[in-house]
């Protein structure tokens, strides 16, 4: 009597290459693979394929009512013969993902998806997508610790950083906890001032005016982190912004711009001891990239350091990087924070450096 087998398998890519028998749903497997299930409803596989089976599909489990016949096929890897038939499922399920039930290769060879000549029990080629078998986390579940000397050390290197750093992040909150640490003190210790607003939001006017990087900290992205700090003194006291009657071009008066700004205006002014040449020349410390500050860059120094009592400021005219004309440029007053555009070639605006952290 010719035996039947209910299969459900599509074409794709992964090759499944089984070495010896395997079984499912029995611990004794007569033939190369062997799926059975006294259910008539699921899946029940019941025939010797010799050498093999290569499957180049993905299997897609569909509703069992017979209104989605599905076709499919098996192909084998050496010569005989099987017998397939359409197969109906009563798990409802669009996509892989669908439970019918769990599946145990026993005694089997090596497995191998995506290479036609595996190593080991399982072998992938190509990346691997996991979800857990209860569809809530994920996670990929008990999974032994590694067996290999170097995935063992590497582990264990891992997960002692972890714990050190975790050990220490548990001490600096205890000692800023007990300690009461003062905001600068909590930079000089190496906190960075977005790590000081979130763990406070209301310590963003106290971070204005610390030292942090060789400079006054003037603004602060609370979004990003990103930020300005000031010199502690003018670069100048009279300096030209540069190239009266020339036009440079293209520079910007938003924060984050007086950079590129600045380095517009060296490239483009041949002139020596212009505002924005002795930004570019200053170094402080290890740092070196200092910037004439642009128009918005410039007035935020005003607002939340000179408007403080931060800095040191004259009460004159600083100029900015931002260009008004091939003859203006804009600065600001810090005596009452107006803004104007003025002649290029005066020599009266002082100057102070910033750089970006």
């Given amino acids: ?114 290479l036609t000549s595996p190593s080991a029990k399982l072998e992938v080629e190509g990346g691997i997508k996991a979800d857990s078998l209860d569809l809530q986390s994920g996670l990929i579940k008990n999974v032994a610790d590694p067996i290999f000397a170097q995935d063992a050390a590497t582990k264990a290197y891992v997960d002692l950083l972890e714990n050190t750093i975790n050990d220490l992040e548990s001490k600096v909150a205890l000692l800023i906890t007990v300690l009461n640490l003062s905001v600068q003190q909590r930079l000089d210790l190496g906190e960075t001032p977005i790590e000081i607003y979130n763990s406070d939001n209301s310590l963003l006017d106290s971070l204005y005016g610390k030292t942090y990087q060789e400079g006054l900290i003037t603004y602060l992205n609370t979004s990003t982190g990103a930020g300005l700090v000031a010199a502690p003194s003018d670069q100048s006291i009279g300096a030209e912004w540069g190239c009266y ?50 128009k918005d860059e410039l007035n935020e120094m005003y607002i939340n350091l000179e408007a403080n009592g931060f800095g040191g400021f004259s009460s004159t005219f600083y100029w900015s990087s931002t260009e008004y004309s091939n003859n203006w440029a804009w600065w600001q007053s810090f005596s009452n924070g107006n803004q104007a555009y003025y002649f290029k070639y005066e020599n009266i605006g002082n100057i102070r450096a910033v750089r970006a952290f």
């Fill in 1 to 114: 009597m010719k035996k039947h087998l209910f299969v459900l398998i599509v074409f794709m890519f992964p090759v499944f290459i089984f070495s010896q028998n395997v079984g499912i749903g029995n611990n004794t497997p007569l033939m190369k693979l062997h799926i059975t299930k006294t259910d008539s409803s699921v899946l029940l596989l019941e025939n010797t394929v010799p050498l093999g089976i290569g499957v180049n599909t993905s299997m897609y489990f569909k509703n069992g009512n017979g209104s989605y016949p599905y076709t499919g096929g098996i192909k084998t890897i050496g010569t005989g013969s099987i017998y397939a038939r359409l197969g109906f499922f009563t798990y409802a399920s669009t996509s892989p993902n669908g439970l019918l039930e769990r599946m145990s290769i026993l005694d089997g060879g090596n497995v191998g998806i995506g």
């Fill in 245 to 294: 009657g020339d036009n440079i071009g293209g520079t910007n008066n938003g924060i984050g711009t007086g950079q590129a700004n600045t380095t517009l205006i060296v490239d483009g002014c041949a002139e020596s001891g212009i505002a924005a040449k002795l930004c570019d020349d200053l170094v402080i410390g290890m740092y070196d990239d200092w910037f004439l500050p642009s």
